[in-house]
């Protein structure tokens, strides 16, 4: 496997120090629009920097074909998935990334009636990239990604009917020196928060809500312990119905209430903008200019202290008795720093669609068409996630979000 990963920031530089010690692909070409940081996250000879702008979808179908490179992996923000996933469709490679196309909320009704969806742009295409035997999979990250794998080893293995799916993210990071400092790229941060989230239901379909919408407090595992969470924009709402039977799906995020109240400000002021606007020596966008005032998440590892948890928290029936477990995936901070030299929630993306690349690679996955993580059999992904040395633990659960019994799946 060769494989052309685009974007070297954070996660991709995560995916970078992942990889190098894994001996299931040939050859990785790292390209970033700054080549001074595809270099810098070189880390294996099997590695090379290259210059690319992921916006330009001839460039980047020329340098699959030059390099040879039989898979693209997208580490770019959700601005660049729509160039590079057809850059990808017309070289003739495996395509994957970790954050779907962009929404559009619906033009008079935000808050009741979805727009243009998350993914929608690249579902519409998944005849074409199954007609070429193609495989586009999307959606590979931790969330979406491993809490998608979550819910379809629910289904196949834990429940025989499920009520309800939802994803549950938390966290108890600090940062130390800053008030508000995003362990997260801001670009996509501002993008899901503030856009309608969206919710599922078997009997109504896709409907949104105001964001920040139906706030609960979930107790999340491992020391982390009880966070307020809201409903959010995420992947996952539109990507388990399609392969999970589920009657009602939701996101909800951990967020606090001075992390909302920021984005609140931000929406107020018009900074959560994409359009570019004048200002003196010419244009720009606003959400760009609070992304380039803000500290790089990538940098922030030796000031941030805590835990961060992604999991899929599941409610329904098994041998007729009522059910409901939490799956879940911590990564300590100290621990990603200390042994990979990235931060938690980086780190915590970047394992996930390097473990689909190995199973890809092994041919233990295989499919053509535009898929999900549902679309594939569950449990060898968390099989190899346990040998990568990444504990996912379980617990049963006796009211939603209150500790009954933790079982971890593989010691840290």
Not at 84 to 110: I, N, Q, V, W
Not at 221 to 237: A, D, K, L, M, T
Not at 292 to 302: I, K, N, Q, T, V
Not at 365 to 373: A, D, R
């Amino acid at each position: 496997m060769r494989i052309l990963l685009v974007g070297a920031g954070g996660v991709g530089t995560a995916i970078a120090r992942i990889a190098a010690r894994r001996p299931f692909f040939d050859e990785m070409v790292v390209a970033d629009y700054d080549l001074a940081r595809a270099s810098a996250a070189v880390c294996d000879p099997r590695m090379r920097a290259v210059r690319i702008d992921a916006n330009d979808r001839r460039a980047v179908a020329a340098l699959l074909r030059d390099t040879g490179c039989d898979v693209l992996l997208n580490a770019t923000d959700p601005r660049f998935v729509m160039p590079l996933f057809e850059a990808a469709r017309s070289a003739g490679a495996t395509y994957l990334d970790m954050a779907m196309s962009l929404s559009r909320p619906h033009p008079s009704r935000p808050y009741e009636q979805c727009g243009v969806k998350l993914g929608d742009a690249q579902f519409e295409q998944s005849a074409q990239w199954e007609r070429a035997g193609l495989l586009a999979l999307v959606g590979i990250g931790v969330e979406p990604g491993l809490s998608d794998i979550f819910a379809r080893f629910a289904a196949d293995e834990l429940f025989d009917e499920i009520d309800e799916i939802g994803v549950r993210d938390g966290a108890n990071l600090t940062v130390d020196g800053y008030d508000f400092a995003p362990s997260f790229n801001i670009w996509t941060t501002i993008e899901e928060c503030l856009n309608p989230p969206v919710v599922y239901e078997k009997d109504r379909g896709w409907f949104t809500t105001a964001p920040f919408s139906e706030p609960e407090v979930f107790d999340f595992p491992e020391g982390i312990g009880p966070v307020e969470c809201v409903n959010v924009e995420h992947e996952e709402v539109l990507l388990i119905p399609r392969w999970v039977g589920a009657r009602r799906v939701t996101f909800k995020y951990g967020l606090g209430e001075q992390f909302i109240g920021t984005l609140k400000t931000l929406h107020q002021l018009g900074l959560d903008r994409t359009e570019s606007v004048t200002v003196p020596g010419g244009t720009v966008s606003p959400r760009d200019v609070v992304a380039a005032s803000l500290p790089d998440p990538a940098s922030l590892g030796e000031r941030m202290r805590g835990k961060t948890c992604a999991g899929t928290w599941v409610r329904g029936k098994h041998a007729g008795e009522n059910r409901e477990v939490y799956l879940y995936h911590v990564v300590d901070n100290e621990w990603s720093m200390a042994e990979y030299g990235s931060q938690a929630v980086v780190w915590q993306t970047a394992i996930n669609p390097v473990v689909a690349l190995e199973l890809l690679a092994t041919g233990v996955w295989t499919g053509t068409g535009v898929l999900g993580p549902e679309a594939f059999p569950p449990r060898p992904f968390l099989d190899l996630l346990t040998a990568y040395g990444s504990p996912w633990g379980m617990r049963e659960q006796t009211n939603p979000g209150r500790l009954a019994s933790a079982s971890p799946q593989v010691a840290a």
